[in-house]
C-alpha cells in the first residue's frame, strides 16, 4: 500500500505542472503566431502570406496603419477597422478530384480495376500550412500478374534446366492458381563475349564446352504471353552455353528486361516479377574494364527484332544504382532465386531494392515453383507506400491505418495482409516553403507493387489575389510615382516613402528625425543610411550577419550566447531574442526541455523531492543527486557515510585511497562531537573501526547545504592488557601443577612402597623354618688329598 499511496499523492503536483506548461506554451505559441504576423510589419501582401498560415494582409487603401500593421491575425485586423471584403487571407483547401471507389476483383486487361483510392487530389497550401488526405489501398483478387523468367544458362545450370522443363507446366498452374490474369515471359543470360568472360580460342566460341550452345549475352526468348504452353515449349529448346569466369552478366539481363517495356511485353497494370534464376553472383558497374568495355551502361533497351541484346560488348554493366532506380520507376519487383552459396550476397542485393527478395534454389531448380509462390504471397503480404518524386518544398508524413484498427504514426506499411484486405494511409502534405518559380506542384504517391498511384496536384499560394489588380503608376502613389499593390505603395526606383512622396534628390531626404527610435539613439543605430525619412540598412562584412528593421536596430548576430554559440546554436537570433527550436528553451536556448533525464527509476520527477529545470532536477534542502536520488542528511545515514569517515579520518576500513577522493564530503576532526547532537537535524553514528576501537561521528547540513560531517579525534579504545606478566603465570602456574602432581606421585609411590615391605615384614615373621638336611644333598665318598699340598705350615 505506501508506495501506491506515494504515488498518487505525487502525481497530483505533477498533473497540476503538466497543466501548467501545457498552458503555457499554448499561450505562448498563441503569443508567438501574433508576433510572426506583425513584427516588422511585412512590405507586401506575399510576403505576409509566408509568415504562417494565421497571417492575414488588409488591402484596404484607407486602413490607417499607424501602429498597427496590414498584416495580422484576422481578429486584430477586424478590431483595427479593416473591412471584410479587403482581408486577404487565402485558405488552403483539399478536392478530391478523382475518387472512383476500390474494386473488389481484377478484370482481363487491369485498366479498370482501381486498387488505389482517391486518384488524385488537389490542394491549395498556404506556405508553413498542411492539409491531411486519406488513401485507401485494397489489393484486388485476380489481379494481373507478369512473370518473367530470367534464367542463368552457363554451363553449371544444365541440370537445373532439365529440371525447369518439367516444372515449368507446374509454375504456370501454381500462378493460374493464384491469379487468373497470369502472363509469363523468359529470357536467358550468360555473359560478355570478350575476353576474359569467355573462351576466345577458334571453335570454343561456337561451342564452349561439350555439347552447348554458342555463347551469347542476353536473349529474350518469350515476350510475355498468356499462351503459357509456349513457356513449357520454348523451355525445352534452351540449350546451356559455357564461359570462363564465375561471376555472370545477369545485370545486362536484368536491365534489358526492365526498360524493354514493349519487347518484353509489360503491361502498365500488372503486378510485374522478375524470377532472376542463377547459381553465380553477378558482375556490375566497372567489371567492363576487364574486357575493354569502358561506356557507361546508358539504361536504355537495345533489343534487336530477334530479342538479343546488340550493345551487349560496347555498354559496361549497369550498377546496383541503376537497376535500382530503372525497376523501382516501373514498378518491376525482382525475386533473387539463387543457390545456397549465394544467397547471402543476394540477400544483401535485395534489400537495397524496395520490394526485392532473395529466395534460396534447390541446386538442380526442383524447388523453383514453390519458391516463387512464395515469394509472390510474400510480397503480396504487405504495402508499403513510395514516393518517388517529392518536390522541394513539400514535407510528407504518414500514419498507417493497418487491419484491426491499429494506427502506426509515422508508418507508411502494413504487414500480414491477405489478398482483398484494405487499408488505409493518413498522408499530411506540408507546403514547408514556397517554390522559387511559384505554380503548381505535383508528384505521385504509391504501394510498392502496385501499378496504381495517387496523383498529389498542390497550388500553391504564395501570393495574393489582389496583386492581380495592382496598378501600376498609380496616382496614389505621389501621380504615378509608384505600384499600388494590395493597398500599399511599391515605389519605382528613386523614390521612397509610404506614398512614394520622397525623391532621393530632395531636401526632405536628408531629414533624419524620422530616423531615429529617439533623439537620444543614433541615425538608423549607426548601421545604415537615412533617406526620406527611411532606413536602408548596410551590408555587413559577414555575409551571414543580417540588419533590419525600421531603425535597422534588429539584428541575426547578438542574442544571448551558450557555449560561445549564438542561441546555443539551437535557434535563431531574431531581433535580439533567441527562437530557439522546438525541444529547448531558454533565453540562450540553453535549456532542453527534455524531462527524461529528470525522471527517475520509480517514473516520478526527481523521486518527487524536486522539479525539473531545464532538462535537471532541482532537489529540495535535504535531496541531491541528478534525480534527487541521494540524501546524504537524512536519518539512517551513518552506514552509507561510515566507510569515508573512516578512510578520511582513521585511514582504515574498506574503502580504497582512490575512491576516499570520490567521498561526497570532507570530514573535520573535532574534540567531541556530542556537543553539537541537540540540533535536530544532525545525526550521531557510532561505530567500531578496525583497532576494535569505538570511533564516533556525526553528520548534518552546514550553511551552504552541503554535508558536515565531524568525527571526534579520539576513539573508544578498551583499556590496554599487559601480556607478559600473563604468559608468565601461565607457565608458572604449568610448571607448579606439574611439580605437585610429580611430588603427589612420589609420596603415593612412597605409601604404597612402605606398605609393601611391612606386608614382607609381617609375613617373614609369621614363617617358622625347621632346619634339615637337603633331601638331595649326597656325602662325599672318596676323598683325596692334594700331593701338593703342603698342609698347614
Ligand atoms: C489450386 O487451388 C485449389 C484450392 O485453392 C487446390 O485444391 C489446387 O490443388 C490448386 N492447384 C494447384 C495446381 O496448386
Ligand atoms: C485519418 O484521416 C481521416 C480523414 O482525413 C480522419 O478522419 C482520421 O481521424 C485520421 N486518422 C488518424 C489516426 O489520424
Ligand atoms: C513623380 O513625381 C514627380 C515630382 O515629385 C513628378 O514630377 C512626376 O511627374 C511624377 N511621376 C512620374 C511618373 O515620375
Ligand atoms: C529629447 O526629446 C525630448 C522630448 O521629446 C526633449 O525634452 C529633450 O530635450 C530632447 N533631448 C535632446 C538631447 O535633444
Ligand atoms: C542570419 O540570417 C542569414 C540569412 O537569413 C543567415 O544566413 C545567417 O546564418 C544568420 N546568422 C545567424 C548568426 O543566425
Ligand atoms: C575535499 O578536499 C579536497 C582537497 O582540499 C578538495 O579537492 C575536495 O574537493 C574536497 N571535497 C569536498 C567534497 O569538499
Redesign the pocket.
Known sequence: MGPRQRNSYVRLPSAVLCLTVLVTLCLGTLAEGDDVCSKNSPASCAECLRRGPQCAWCAEESYVEGSASRCDVISRLQENGCAASQIQNPASATVISQGRPLSSTGSQTGSDVTQVSPQEVRLSLRPGDSAQVQMQVRQVKDYPVDLYYLMDLSKSMDNDLQNLKTLGVNLINKMRNITSNFRVGFGSFVDKTVAPYVNLAPGKLNEPCGGCAPVFGFRNVLSLTDQAEEFSVQLGQQQVSGNLDQPEGGFDALMQTAVCNEKIGWREKATKLIVFASDAPFHSAGDGKLGGILTPNDAKCHLDSSGTYTELNNLDYPSVGQLIAVLEERNIQPIFAVTGEQIDIYRGLANMFSGAIAETLAEDSSNVVFLVEDAYKKLRSEVRMQAPNVPEGIELQFTALCLDNQVIEGAAECKNLAVGDTVAFNITVKLAECPQDGGELQFSLNPVGFGDEMKIKVTTMCSCDCSVDAVPDSDQCSAGNGTLECGVCVCNTGRYGQTCECNADSVEAVDETKCRMDNATAVCSSRGDCLCGQCTCSARQDP???VWGKFCECD??SCLRHDRL?CGGRG??DCGQCVCESGWTGEACECSARTDACISENGEVCNGHGTCECGKCKCEDNFAGPTCEECPTCPGKCEGNKGCVQCQAFQSGDVTDVDCLQCPFNVTMVDSVDVVVDDPETQLCRFRDDDDCLFTFSYGKGDDNSLVVNVQRTKECPPEVNILPIILGIVAGIVLIGLAILIIWRVLLYLYDRNEYQKFEREQQKTKFSSDINPLYRETTTKFLNPTYGGNK
Open positions: 551571414r550577419e543580417k541575426n548576430f549564438i535563431t537570433c
